[in-house]
């Protein structure tokens, strides 16, 4: 009679020998399928796939292993930036088509609660207003006509700043906590409070400093003594850091947004009647004076075109457009004059970084774009009444970058 425990180690082992038969199985039908599917070079698979809509582009992420390692490679995203065009980006609390549906659903994600991590931040989430619930939507122009895209992504925050794909936003589960995030990954995280101060009184950067490889966060507020203050928070560590702000009485206010392009980001600092900008390099974090061609009215501005700052303005008859190339030792050259079709109540909010057009929008909220080749300038079909300001349109690119290689 067999005892006992020899029963169970006979029922181990025969349970052990049908496990390893069925892997075998498994393994010889996986290895069957693999030959049936001819071999792609992967340079091949990544010419393919960089030329993918981007809702196609992120579904495709999910297909395999290998895809999603191709696509988050930083060479794929390095150029697939390079042939991505500028969209505007906003928030409004109207939903628009969904366009990046996610695991083929029409969901969508409240940014705010990815970080619901205990008790007082659930707390606060249930306690935020619903009516200031807001949908991030990017609007991009094409032949002529202007298009409304949704994220399927909601928050409560503000978009403070861009950079290269990332947003940057107000966390509402911690007062004067900021959020960054890419809309199309969704991948989030979260930057503790820097200097508490009036949102009236402060505004953002958001820049990359190519020579570290670093994405910086830049606050400016004024103090007690209205000094403008600077405090700089790099992507990755933990404290915002100090340095030494623009010199006493340059700032009038500090309403207008930085624009990034030449290796630095250079404010407009007076409501009207500006005769400089007031730039920080990124690298040195060292704060300098511009002067301009000419003063900077209310409806004139700044924007990056190519590789170099441009400064837009408005004169009786025409549009002046000039081009500064350098910080150091560069002059402004007038580049571009428009002449006919040109209102004088038109902002500059973006150029295009591939077609390199110039987008203007009126104060009447319609949106013109002026062709540089042929020296013409076209309003806008089809175009969506966006019910938000210019100020708060934000110059963007749909891309899969990430601020880390994880």
């Given at each position: 009679?067999?005892?006992?425990?020899?029963?169970?180690?006979?029922?181990?082992?025969?349970?052990?020998?049908?496990?390893?038969?069925?892997?075998?199985?498994?393994?010889?039908?996986?290895?069957?399928?693999?030959?049936?599917?001819?071999?792609?070079?992967?340079?091949?698979?990544?010419?393919?796939?960089?030329?993918?809509?981007?809702?196609?582009?992120?579904?495709?992420?999910?297909?395999?292993?290998?895809?999603?390692?191709?696509?988050?490679?930083?060479?794929?995203?390095?150029?697939?930036?390079?042939?991505?065009?500028?969209?505007?980006?906003?928030?409004?609390?109207?939903?628009?088509?969904?366009?990046?549906?996610?695991?083929?659903?029409?969901?969508?994600?409240?940014?705010?609660?990815?970080?619901?991590?205990?008790?007082?931040?659930?707390?606060?989430?249930?306690?935020?207003?619903?009516?200031?619930?807001?949908?991030?939507?990017?609007?991009?122009?094409?032949?002529?006509?202007?298009?409304?895209?949704?994220?399927?992504?909601?928050?409560?925050?503000?978009?403070?700043?861009?950079?290269?794909?990332?947003?940057?936003?107000?966390?509402?589960?911690?007062?004067?906590?900021?959020?960054?995030?890419?809309?199309?990954?969704?991948?989030?995280?979260?930057?503790?409070?820097?200097?508490?101060?009036?949102?009236?009184?402060?505004?953002?950067?958001f820049a990359y400093d190519d020579v570290l490889g670093q994405?910086?966060?830049?606050?400016?507020?004024?103090?007690?003594?209205?000094?403008?203050?600077?405090?700089?928070?790099?992507?990755?560590?933990?404290?915002?850091?100090?340095?030494?702000?623009?010199?006493?009485?340059?700032?009038?206010?500090?309403?207008?947004?930085?624009?990034?392009?030449?290796?630095?980001?250079?404010?407009?600092?007076?409501?009207?009647?500006?005769?400089?900008?007031?730039?920080?390099?990124?690298?040195?974090?060292?704060?300098?004076?511009?002067?301009?061609?000419?003063?900077?009215?209310?409806?004139?501005?700044?924007?990056?075109?190519?590789?170099?700052?441009?400064?837009?303005?408005?004169?009786?008859?025409?549009?002046?457009?000039?081009?500064?190339?350098?910080?150091?030792?560069?002059?402004?050259?007038?580049?571009?004059?428009?002449?006919?079709?040109?209102?004088?109540?038109?902002?500059?909010?973006?150029?295009?970084?591939?077609?390199?057009?110039?987008?203007?929008?009126?104060?009447?909220?319609?949106?013109?774009?002026?062709?540089?080749?042929?020296?013409?300038?076209?309003?806008?079909k089809n175009q969506n009444r966006l019910g938000v300001s210019?100020?708060?349109?934000?110059?963007?690119?749909?891309?899969?970058?990430?601020?880390?290689?994880?």
């Amino acid at each position: 009679m067999i005892e006992e425990p020899s029963c169970k180690r006979i029922a181990s082992m025969s349970r052990s020998a049908k496990e390893s038969e069925l892997f075998r199985t498994v393994e010889e039908k996986r290895k069957q399928q693999e030959s049936l599917i001819p071999y792609v070079h992967e340079d091949c698979v990544s010419n393919i796939l960089i030329r993918l809509p981007l809702d196609s582009l992120h579904r495709s992420m999910f297909v395999c292993k290998h895809w999603f390692n191709v696509i988050c490679s930083p060479i794929f995203v390095e150029t697939h930036l390079r042939r991505s065009e500028s969209v505007l980006i906003f928030t409004t609390q109207t939903r628009y088509n969904e366009v990046f549906p996610h695991s083929g659903k029409s969901n969508t994600l409240s940014i705010e609660s990815k970080f619901m991590q205990s008790d007082e931040s659930l707390s606060l989430f249930h306690n935020l207003d619903p009516t200031s619930k807001t949908f991030i939507h990017f609007l991009e122009f094409k032949d002529g006509l202007s298009n409304v895209g949704e994220y399927s992504l909601s928050c409560f925050g503000r978009i403070r700043a861009t950079c290269c794909g990332l947003i940057l936003l107000d966390n509402k589960l911690k007062k004067g906590g900021l959020i960054i995030t890419n809309p199309v990954t969704r991948k989030l995280t979260s930057i503790p409070p820097g200097t508490l101060n009036s949102p009236h009184d402060e505004s953002y950067g958001f820049a990359y400093d190519d020579v570290l490889g670093q994405y910086k966060v830049v606050h400016l507020f004024r103090d007690e003594l209205m000094y403008i203050s600077c405090e700089i928070f790099i992507i990755g560590t933990k404290k915002w850091r100090a340095v030494d702000g623009p010199s006493f009485g340059l700032f009038g206010w500090l309403g207008f947004r930085p624009v990034e392009a030449i290796g630095a980001l250079h404010w407009i600092p007076q409501v009207n009647h500006s005769d400089c900008i007031v730039s920080l390099e990124i690298e040195t974090e060292k704060f300098q004076t511009i002067p301009l061609p000419n003063s900077c009215n209310m409806y004139d501005g700044i924007v990056e075109i190519g590789c170099s700052l441009s400064f837009v303005t408005h004169q009786e008859t025409h549009t002046d457009i000039w081009i500064l190339k350098s910080l150091s030792g560069e002059v402004w050259i007038k580049q571009h004059s428009i002449n006919i079709g040109c209102r004088m109540d038109m902002i500059p909010l973006l150029s295009f970084r591939i077609r390199g057009d110039l987008v203007f929008r009126s104060k009447d909220g319609l949106f013109y774009i002026y062709d540089f080749e042929l020296r013409s300038i076209t309003k806008v079909k089809n175009q969506n009444r966006l019910g938000v300001s210019s100020g708060c349109l934000f110059p963007h690119v749909n891309s899969m970058v990430s601020w880390s290689s994880n």
